[in-house]
């Protein structure tokens, strides 16, 4: 059986990358994001992500897999950061969830931010972990960008966490994968910006290289399929090895 499966943010960067790879392999992906795809729905705000379930439900009674792929990155306001990488990200799969086949999966996508960037594990993932969205807003407008998108990141990995036990119940998986600089538009932004450029440029990379897309979506494909059926509440880095290399004495 053919099998259809909801990736968000798929106009762009990994998200692109991993509907073109499903695709190529013989599912049916619907799409969703601001522009450019089956549907264009604002995750930022509690309308658009209902009309983004909304619009799934209407193609797919039943789905294999979701991947909340839309994401913005700290050259955006903290605000619009949280509300989107994290409720935006978490709305969509609360909105599908019921419909994934018992076999079926979730894949998030996390950030090595989490565990670079200091203060990223905080008031503002606590808020966003109590499902407070006014509070993590009005903690989000007094936070730094940068940390503002480790913390929905962090937000992002235990709230996968708190699920293995229901989704499990159904057969139903849940994963993240914690990307390293990915080659992608939110990436070049953080290039292109004065203030963050020469950071990134200056991490060091084990595998001597950034991500290509496809990279990502090699990986993300992995966990939503058989080849993973038994790896469930797990977070992925696919970083070159920048994790490991930062942090040698820490494990998991
Ligand atoms: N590129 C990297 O280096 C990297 C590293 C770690 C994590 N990530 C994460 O990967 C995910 C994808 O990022 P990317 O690098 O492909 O970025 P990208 O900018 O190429 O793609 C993100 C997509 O999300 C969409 N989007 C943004 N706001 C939206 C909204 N309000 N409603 C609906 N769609 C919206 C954009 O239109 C865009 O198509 C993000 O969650 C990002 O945080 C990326």
């Given at each position: 059986?053919q099998?259809?499966?909801a990736v968000?943010?798929?106009?762009?960067?990994?998200?692109?990358a991993?509907?073109?790879?499903?695709?190529?392999?013989g599912?049916?992906v619907?799409?969703?994001d601001l522009?450019?795809?089956?549907?264009?729905a604002d995750l930022?705000?509690?309308?658009?992500?209902?009309?983004?379930?909304?619009g799934?439900?209407?193609?797919?009674?039943s789905?294999?897999?979701?991947?909340?792929?839309?994401?913005?990155?700290?050259?955006?306001?903290?605000?619009?950061i949280?509300?989107?990488?994290?409720?935006?990200a978490?709305?969509?799969?609360?909105g599908l969830?019921?419909s994934?086949?018992?076999g079926?999966?979730?894949?998030l996508?996390?950030?090595?931010s989490?565990?670079?960037?200091?203060?990223?594990d905080?008031?503002?993932?606590r808020?966003?972990?109590?499902?407070?969205?006014?509070?993590?807003?009005?903690?989000?407008?007094?936070?730094?960008?940068?940390v503002?998108?480790?913390?929905?990141?962090?937000?992002?990995?235990?709230?996968?966490?708190?699920r293995v036990?229901?989704?499990?119940?159904r057969?139903?998986?849940?994963?993240?994968v914690?990307?390293g600089?990915?080659?992608?538009p939110l990436?070049?932004?953080?290039?292109?910006?004065?203030a963050?450029?020469?950071?990134?440029?200056a991490?060091p990379?084990?595998?001597?290289?950034?991500?290509?897309p496809?990279d990502?979506?090699?990986?993300?494909?992995?966990?939503?399929?058989?080849?993973a059926?038994?790896?469930h509440g797990?977070?992925?880095?696919a970083?070159?090895?920048?994790?490991?290399?930062l942090?040698?004495?820490?494990f998991?």
């Open positions: 059986m099998s259809t499966l968000s943010g798929a106009a762009s960067g990994l998200g692109r991993l509907t073109e790879r499903l695709r190529a392999d599912s049916t619907v799409t969703v522009h450019s795809v089956e549907i264009a930022s705000s509690p309308g658009g992500r209902a009309a983004a379930v909304a799934v439900l209407e193609r797919a009674s789905l294999a897999g979701v991947v909340p792929c839309a994401g913005l990155g700290p050259q955006h306001p903290s605000e619009r949280i509300a989107v990488n994290f409720f935006g978490v709305a969509f799969v609360e969830e019921r994934i086949a018992p079926g999966a979730v894949a996508i996390c950030s090595n989490t565990t670079l960037t200091p203060g990223a905080g008031d503002l993932a808020a966003c972990l109590d499902r407070d969205e006014t509070a993590a807003l009005a903690i989000a407008a007094d936070t730094n960008p940068a503002a998108y480790a913390a929905s990141k962090v937000a992002i990995g235990k709230w996968m966490r708190s036990q229901e989704l499990g119940e057969g139903v998986r849940i994963n993240a914690a990307p600089p990915f080659l992608t990436l070049q932004e953080g290039l292109d910006d004065p963050t450029s020469d950071l990134i440029k991490l990379i084990p595998l001597g290289r950034m991500g290509d496809a990502i979506a090699d990986v993300v494909a992995w966990l939503l399929f058989d080849g059926r038994y790896v797990s977070t992925l880095f970083d070159g090895g920048i994790d490991a290399l942090a040698p004495n820490r998991p």
